[in-house]
């Protein structure tokens, strides 16, 4: 789909990058803590929720969603965010496609993340099919100070997932987390991108609030966006960019923009990889001072165990269903990290 013009924005990127090279953090063999984001692809309990449509997963629904079925997809999410980053899993992750809070205790109660005390932060939102975004922490490492959903004005009669903004301390430092999962393609172009602006635009005003309140405020924004990088509405309404340079202070920086641009991606859709799945950062991630951006860090996490290994669809993601057929998998994504640490 890209691959033409892979190679001349693939050289680009390098050249801006070799610009920035003086920017180069040395970091000193701190502890590294993993910052992760996972859309789990449809993850319903069993149960009938009248007030959603959530009707193909159930046992008697078009999907045959049984307790069997439901078990072992938190066996599977269980066990891909235990491989990610540091041992035991992320620090913070942000998850998309979340019935209820509940789901998300039922992932944390699974065997051995049940050790790991995870809190959980999650509301519901007016989405129309039910399914949310949440917040996975440590609260040995991440102290949640205060949380809100924020609600979306979408053109038209339409309701999807709410913005989760979480503030906290990590390693002792403020940090605001904001995870989304901006509305998905339904075969009308137009009024996808006019949706997915207004999500952009949405969260850009919550960057802009938190910035003008602290020039220097430390921003991780997180999510399934249904678009890449290069997207108007990332780059121009949401200001994020490839370009790691604290000069541009009023940009977001993009840590996977060049995994975008090497043709990588974290959602495999008619033949190709696509990005939508992606970690920002505000430049004070990136200036040398305190908690910082680990450079290279960003990961598509895509363990073996997680991936179609023959046929058609080697290599890409072992998706629950294709279809209505129960593939027994994990999620139609891969999820994707990157790493912080405190320069001392």
Same mark, same amino acid.
């Given at each position: 789909?890209?691959?033409?013009?892979?190679?001349?924005?693939?050289?680009?990127?390098?050249?801006?990058?070799?610009?920035?090279?003086?920017?180069?953090?040395?970091?000193?063999?701190?502890?590294?803590?993993?910052?992760?984001?996972?859309?789990?692809?449809?993850?319903?309990?069993?149960?009938?929720?009248?007030?959603?449509?959530?009707?193909?997963?159930?046992?008697?629904?078009?999907?045959?969603?049984?307790?069997?079925?439901?078990?072992?997809?938190?066996?599977?999410?269980?066990?891909?965010?235990?491989?990610?980053?540091?041992?035991?899993?992320?620090?913070?992750?942000?998850?998309?496609?979340?019935?209820?809070?509940?789901?998300?205790?039922?992932?944390?109660?699974?065997?051995?993340?049940?050790?790991?005390?995870?809190?959980?932060?999650?509301?519901?939102?007016?989405?129309?099919?039910?399914?949310?975004?949440?917040?996975?922490?440590?609260?040995?490492?991440?102290?949640?100070?205060? $949380?809100?959903?924020?609600?979306?004005?979408?053109? @038209? =009669? !339409? %309701?999807?997932? &709410?913005?989760?903004?979480? /503030?906290?301390?990590?390693?002792?430092?403020?940090?605001?987390?904001?995870?989304?999962?901006?509305?998905?393609?339904?075969?009308?172009?137009?009024?996808?991108?006019?949706?997915?602006?207004?999500?952009?635009?949405?969260?850009?005003?919550?960057?802009?609030?938190?910035?003008?309140?602290?020039?220097?405020?430390?921003?991780?924004?997180?999510?399934?966006?249904?678009?890449?990088?290069?997207?108007?509405?990332?780059?121009?309404?949401?200001?994020?960019?490839?370009?790691?340079?604290?000069?541009?202070?009023?940009?977001?920086?993009?840590?996977?923009?060049?995994?975008?641009? $090497?043709?990588?991606?974290?959602?495999?859709?008619? @033949? =190709? !990889? %696509?990005?939508? &799945?992606?970690?920002?950062? /505000?430049?004070?991630?990136?200036?040398?001072?305190?908690?910082?951006?680990?450079?290279?860090?960003?990961?598509?996490?895509?363990?073996?165990?997680?991936?179609?290994?023959?046929?058609?669809?080697?290599?890409?993601?072992?998706?629950?269903?294709?279809?209505?057929?129960?593939?027994?998998?994990?999620?139609?994504?891969?999820?994707?990290?990157?790493?912080?640490?405190?320069?001392?």
């Amino acid at each position: 789909m890209r691959h033409g013009i892979k190679t001349f924005f693939f050289l680009f990127t390098l050249t801006i990058l070799s610009g920035c090279a003086t920017l180069t953090t040395t970091f000193r063999k701190e502890k590294t803590y993993t910052v992760a984001f996972y859309n789990v692809d449809n993850l319903f309990d069993p149960a009938n929720d009248p007030k959603t449509a959530d009707d193909d997963f159930t046992p008697q629904g078009e999907m045959k969603w049984d307790k069997k079925r439901y078990d072992n997809k938190l066996k599977h999410i269980k066990a891909v965010i235990e491989s990610m980053g540091e041992k035991g899993g992320p620090a913070i992750l942000g998850l998309a496609e979340v019935e209820s809070r509940q789901v998300v205790q039922d992932i944390v109660n699974t065997a051995s993340l049940r050790n790991k005390t995870y809190g959980i932060i999650h509301y519901d939102s007016p989405d129309r099919q039910g399914l949310d975004v949440a917040l996975l922490y440590r609260p040995k490492i991440f102290k949640p100070t205060a $949380q809100r959903s924020i609600p979306i004005d979408f053109p @038209g =009669d !339409f %309701r999807s997932r &709410d913005i989760l903004q979480v /503030s906290g301390l990590l390693e002792g430092e403020p940090v605001t987390i904001l995870v989304t999962h901006w509305p998905a393609s339904n075969g009308n172009p137009k009024l996808n991108e006019s949706r997915r602006r207004a999500a952009a635009a949405a969260l850009r005003k919550q960057i802009d609030a938190v910035q003008k309140a602290d020039k220097q405020a430390r921003i991780l924004v997180m999510g399934d966006f249904e678009d890449e990088p290069r997207s108007a509405n990332i780059e121009q309404v949401l200001k994020a960019t490839g370009r790691p340079n604290p000069y541009y202070a009023d940009e977001l920086y993009n840590a996977f923009y060049l995994s975008y641009i $090497q043709g990588l991606g974290s959602y495999f859709q008619r @033949g =190709d !990889f %696509r990005m939508p &799945d992606q970690i920002m950062l /505000s430049k004070s991630w990136i200036d040398g001072k305190g908690l910082q951006y680990v450079r290279g860090s960003a990961t598509i996490h895509d363990p073996e165990f997680s991936k179609f290994t023959l046929g058609k669809y080697k290599d890409t993601p072992r998706r629950t269903y294709a279809n209505t057929l129960y593939l027994d998998g994990y999620s139609d994504h891969f999820p994707v990290y990157i790493k912080v640490q405190k320069v001392r």
